[in-house]
């Protein structure tokens, strides 16, 4: 068959990848001149880091089994990361179960409640009766008001904006679950894992092994608009011309889907406009010296300019760079007035918040500072989300949608967009 696939990001190239290896024409559509959409890279220092933070769990199960298969497992390192927490204009280490005992803006109640918050999220295994309660309601019920005001409603205003009081309780219980497999079934020190250079290196590898197998990715190539032949076959129009494919697997955000295909019945087109995302703002920096010890700080203010510190080079080292490497970042609504905001505007924003965290900050310490922006890069998971997450198989004869809002109940991650990726593939081999 002949496939074409809208979107070069993780997901779109293992789902090429898989289809490809079965001996399907391949192509792939990419509005952009890069591949790897959220993982795509940027330069840093003498190479490139991705150009939003990434890294992997040890129970990723899915991208370490493809980056074994595509034989990139000997550039894959662990590393133990040291996490902090920004809280009432103070910095505290947050990386051990021991920090949560000591936790000072905690009273001993508290900070006991809060532990087993997250030791108990673990264990639960049916999160259906979350979806009906919200992440503040579940919080307080299980943690106290306490826990909820100085440590969860900063973050989830942060995450969610004007939404963040109607986020489910199966997004942050997710989140609990997730950073308890980090630590691998002995429950020992939390381990990350990150591909040397960055993830770019699986995106390529499996862009090549793609056109290995016969297929092609065009970039700069935007899809327009998709139509239904006469002849059960499915059209899309890009500024190049016309192309007929025999399957199309649509891996962008379920809303653009609707904008560009007006053959999608309307029920199912308003059920895909009705799936909201947060934009991100991401600022790289690259300093001459360190900010802190930590890899992580969570900014757990309100009204603050971003949500998190992230010192790339405390995790993974400096060797590859020559410089400390510190990612900034911040989600909103793309209407939000800070989306629009320039490079500049962003980056004093930004250093003024810095500022605050590390009062000796210098911004003759910035040697390069690199911006990039996306507009669907959070799903907003409120209420009951798991009734309205779309299936892989769309109504239309012959497409296909695979996006970041169909993880459901995981959240975003590399892991799950291979996942998603392979599911995709063999939705479409199995129909075939």
């Known amino acids: 068959m002949d496939i074409a696939i809208i979107g070069a990001g993780m997901t779109g190239l293992t789902a090429g990848y898989r ?17 790897g959409g959220l993982a795509s890279a940027v330069p840093a220092g003498s190479s490139v880091v991705d150009r939003f933070y990434h890294h992997i769990f040890v129970s990723d ?10 034989g990139l497992k000997d550039i894959l390192s662990w590393h133990e990361p040291k996490n902090a927490i920004y809280l009432d204009n103070s910095l505290y280490s947050f990386t051990s179960p021991l920090d949560l005992l000591v936790f000072k803006p905690l009273d001993f109640i508290s900070r006991i409640r809060m532990g087993l918050l997250v030791l108990s999220s673990m264990f639960i295994k049916d999160y259906s009766p979350l979806e009906s309660v919200t992440a503040k309601d579940w919080i307080i019920r299980r943690a106290g008001k306490n826990v909820y005001e100085k440590i969860w409603e900063p973050l989830l205003i942060s995450k969610f904006d004007k939404d963040s009081d109607n986020v489910s309780g199966t997004w942050i219980w997710n989140k609990f679950k997730l950073r308890g497999s980090s630590r691998g079934k002995s429950m020992g020190r939390e381990k990350l894992g990150y591909m040397d250079n960055g993830f770019i290196n699986l995106i390529d590898e499996l862009a090549g092994r793609i056109k290995q197998n016969g297929g092609n990715i065009r970039l700069s190539c935007e899809v327009t608009s998709i139509r239904n032949t006469d002849d059960g076959k ?16 649509f891996t962008a955000a379920p809303a653009l889907l609707a904008g560009i295909c007006p053959a999608l019945p309307q029920n199912f087109a308003e059920s895909l406009l009705n799936i909201r995302h947060k934009a991100v703002i991401c600022l790289v920096l690259e300093l001459k010296n360190s900010l802190s010890p930590y890899y992580w700080i969570t900014v757990s203010e309100k009204d603050f300019p971003f949500v998190l510190v992230v010192e790339h080079t405390n995790l993974v080292g400096m060797e590859a760079y020559g410089s400390h490497i510190v990612y900034l970042s911040r989600y909103c609504d793309t209407a939000d007035p800070v989306f629009s905001l320039t490079e500049k505007e962003i980056i004093g924003m930004f250093t003024t918040g810095l500022k605050r965290i590390f009062p000796g900050f210098d911004e003759n310490d910035i040697t390069r500072a690199t911006l990039s922006k996306a507009c669907f890069a959070q799903p907003v998971v409120t209420l009951n989300y798991g009734s309205r997450v779309p299936t892989i198989k769309t109504p239309l004869d012959g497409l296909y949608l695979a996006s970041m809002s169909q993880i459901y109940p995981e959240d975003r991650g590399l892991n799950y967009a291979v996942r998603l990726g392979f599911n995709a593939a063999n939705e479409i081999i199995k129909d075939l």
């Open 61 to 70: 199960s899915d991208i370490l089994t493809l980056i074994d298969e595509l």
């Open 234 to 249: 499915t059209e899309l129009e890009t500024a190049d011309g016309v192309n007929i494919h025999d399957r199309v697997l």
């Open 19 to 35: 289809l490809s290896q079965r001996g399907h024409r391949v192509t792939i559509y990419e509005k952009e001149p890069y591949s």
